[in-house]
């Protein structure tokens, strides 16, 4: 059974400090993982995609690699800032179902 | 492209009514539409699998007879709560993959639907 964590579980760092969210999953069968930012009380924006056979991905400043056989993902978030503030959520896909990470609850402060 | 709607956003209804949700795909068919729940803090737990056309697919500990799925079309599933209890209350996220995509592990995901049991 599939089981994804993340860690760390909260964070709170000063604005303008690079960060490294990290996820794990049990099982390496994956199809892709996906990483996510919720806002509180709102639903999932989808923040970058990896497919089973790339290595990493990026997006403005942030950048998310998978490791596969190590069963681990990082989501590097590059001079951070306050409005990077959220719960930020891995999950990954196998056999048609999404299997969510506890999440990484991240507070930039001003 | 590949937007999720959901509706209503917000719900907040007397202990023992029901209550649907709708999750519709915009812009792509959908062959099928996952539903999961969220509690405070903690991280989404999927519920059940719909496919368009047949009965969904629960999760280990999901009864069926209080959470039922209907995927009638090719971009409408609704869950509907039955005899809501205030232990129902919850965050409800659907989501749907992309038929003919390339990539048809990829979901999108709606908005979300709080709801609330008084």
């Known amino acids: 059974k599939q089981e994804v964590t993340q860690i760390p579980a909260a964070l709170s760092v000063p604005e303008g400090e690079n960060l490294v969210l990290n996820c794990s999953f049990t099982d390496s069968a994956i199809y892709n993982l996906q990483w996510f930012r919720q806002d509180p009380g709102k639903g999932l924006t989808s923040l970058l995609l990896?497919?089973?056979?790339?290595r990493e991905q990026t997006s403005g400043r942030l950048n998310a690699s998978l490791d596969k056989s190590s069963g681990r993902s990082t989501l590097y978030i590059a001079a951070s800032q306050p409005g990077d503030s959220a719960t930020y959520l891995c999950?990954?896909?196998?056999?048609?179902?999404?299997?969510f990470g506890t999440g990484t609850r991240l507070k930039v402060l001003a | 492209g590949a937007v999720v709607s959901q509706h209503p956003s917000r719900v907040i209804c007397k202990s023992g009514t029901s209550v649907k949700i709708e999750c519709r795909s915009l812009?792509?068919?959908?062959?099928?539409m996952f539903w999961y729940r969220q509690f405070p803090k903690q991280s989404l737990m999927l519920m059940a699998t719909?496919?368009?056309?047949?009965?969904?697919?629960?999760e280990q500990g999901v009864e069926k007879d209080k959470f039922l799925i209907n995927h009638a079309s090719l971009t409408l599933s609704t869950l509907t709560v039955t005899s809501a209890h205030p232990e129902d209350s919850s965050f409800y996220i659907c989501?749907?993959?992309?038929?003919?995509?390339?990539?048809?592990?990829?979901?999108?995901f709606g908005p979300g639907t709080r709801l609330l049991v008084l």
């Open positions: 999950a990954v896909s196998g056999t048609y179902k999404y299997i």
């Open positions: 812009d792509f068919q959908a062959t099928t």
């Open positions: 989501s749907a993959t992309w038929l003919g995509g390339t990539n048809q592990e990829t979901q999108y």
């Open positions: 719909s496919n368009e056309g047949s009965k969904a697919t629960y």
């Open positions: 990896i497919q089973s056979s790339q």
